[in-house]
């Protein structure tokens, strides 16, 4: 599978795309998770574009998350295999 070049990372061992998922994941997981399971009652039109918003930042901040583990995995090893969808090729 041919991934696209990002320019937010500068090649392999390049760590930075897993912070900012980390980020990403630590602004958005809590507050989804509050308006999915407890919604305020009053809340109106508002909870579902917020629920959408928030699940949208979820997955791109679980895609930064994978980008960065992919820079950072060593080739030959159980990640770089899992995440480079070789898994059963040995």
Known sequence: MKW??????????????IIIG????LM???PFVMVLWVPDRNSGI????LLVILGIG???GAAFIVLGIRLCSYPGS???????GRV???
Do not use: E, R
């Open 58 to 60: 979820a997955v791109i």
């Open 46 to 49: 508002i909870g579902t574009p």
């Open 4 to 17: 696209t070049n990002w320019s937010i990372s500068k090649g392999p061992g390049d760590f930075l795309p």
């Open 22 to 25: 980390g980020l990403i994941m």
């Open 78 to 84: 159980l990640l770089y295999q899992l995440s480079h």
């Open 28 to 30: 958005t997981v809590p």
């Open 88 to 90: 059963f090729w040995k």
